[in-house]
């Protein structure tokens, strides 16, 4: 996937929205900016397929050295697939964070959060804005 | 904050109302405690059947902790936590790992006025075992390190703009882990451990650019500690979660 054509949550969570079946089916993943930011990744903790999800709480956990560090959900929803191969091969998500390291895809059921999200101009000055 | 020596799930609990505080309020608490026995507390991500490998730890309380990381034997040690919000904090990046140096290069230049000379792991983590049970056998750049063996470590746990970081100073060996050294054997040093917790909240203010006043939990943070330790820390099915 583009990055510039993917929507940004302020903690850094990417999302690619795309119509399936008439329902809105919301790709998540974390950007490159986060992977690099977290270092040497060592243990991902990711939710069930079948899932509620709500928009701007955590659906799952990922531990870099000695760091522990809540996912958040974008979006509200249900969890409709899980990258289950990210488990064995974390590094996937610094590799290729917008394409094999997506993280989950998620029904939204509804518009909520969606307003929160960014366009990759204000994400790029956003993590400008945190690495001054 | 100084607290008194209290047992695993107390100490945990407060600790993740530090971070629920400054998440919260932005308000920035350091805490220095100790514990009431010999704890070991489990990394995060950590099997609880793991601590079988570790014979001389056995018998001794557990707990699991919300940070990452490798197994601690609390037992002749400095404990250390300190809950960070990255509001009202313009210019620091919010990853927060610029937040081991702050800690650890203040208790460094603490520790040096006891003449105690420790130095960073930086090129002494090669050829360690990243995933060794205890976490004073795994060694990270940040780490703390006397004749090659580690002597401060610190773990984190992120939670949006907001962190809790806790870590520990090996006074002495503990019976309860053996094969780690502490000051005291690495170089005959006693180091008063009053004296450390009344000199370096103060260094470490200065470090960070702040001012430090003595606290105290809030009736509101106790009642929330009590109900972590609760329905959380001091459950067996939190120790044993994975």
Redesign the interface.
């Known amino acids: 996937m583009n990055p510039q054509e993917l929507l940004y949550a302020k903690?850094h969570e990417w999302v690619y929205l795309a119509e399936e079946g008439g329902t809105q089916v919301a790709t998540v993943g974390i950007s490159a900016f986060a992977v690099e930011?977290?270092?040497d990744l060592?243990?991902l903790?990711l939710p069930e397929v079948g899932r509620t999800v709500t928009a701007g709480e955590s659906f799952g956990?990922i531990?870099?050295?000695?760091?522990?560090?809540?996912l958040?959900s974008p979006l509200t929803g249900e969890i409709v697939a899980v990258n289950e191969e990210l488990r064995e091969a974390l590094e996937k998500l610094g590799e290729d964070p917008y394409d094999a390291g997506w993280i989950v895809k998620i029904k939204v059921s509804d518009q909520t959060g969606l307003d929160q999200l960014m366009d990759h101009a204000a994400y790029e000055k956003l993590c400008e804005e945190?690495?001054? | 904050m100084l607290d008194s020596p209290a047992d695993g799930a107390w100490n945990m609990a407060v600790d993740e109302v530090l971070l629920a505080t400054a998440a919260e309020t932005g308000q920035l608490t350091l805490r220095l405690y100790e514990w009431s026995q010999p704890t070991l507390s489990l990394g995060?991500?950590q099997a609880y059947e793991d601590r079988q490998q570790h014979a001389a730890s056995r018998k001794c309380a557990v707990v699991r902790r919300?940070?990452?990381?490798g197994a601690i034997l609390h037992d002749r040690e400095v404990t250390y936590s300190l809950g960070w919000s990255a509001q009202g904090q313009?210019?620091r990046?919010?990853?927060?790992?610029w937040l081991y140096d702050a800690v650890h290069d203040a208790l460094r230049a603490e520790l040096a006025g006891h003449d105690v000379i420790l130095q960073p792991a930086n090129g002494q983590v090669a050829g360690r075992d990243?995933r060794a049970f205890l976490c004073f056998q795994r060694l990270?750049p940040q780490d703390l390190v006397l004749d090659q063996a580690k002597i401060v470590?610190?773990?984190?746990?992120?939670?949006?703009s907001a962190v809790l970081q806790h870590g520990s100073l090996l006074l002495q060996t503990s019976s309860c882990a053996p094969e780690l050294p502490g000051l005291r054997q690495l170089q005959s040093k006693v180091v008063d451990i009053r004296l450390l917790q009344q000199s370096w909240p103060a260094r470490l203010a200065a470090r960070l650019g702040l001012e430090m006043v003595p606290a105290s939990l809030t009736d509101d943070e106790l009642r929330q500690a009590g109900e972590l330790m609760r329905i959380k820390y001091a459950r067996p099915a939190w120790s044993r979660r994975r």
């Open positions: 903690t930011a977290l270092t060592v243990y903790d956990e531990e870099s050295v000695k760091a522990v560090s809540d958040y945190e690495q001054a | 995060y991500f919300m940070t990452g990381g313009p210019g990046r919010p990853d927060f790992a990243p990270s470590g610190s773990a984190q746990r992120r939670r949006k």
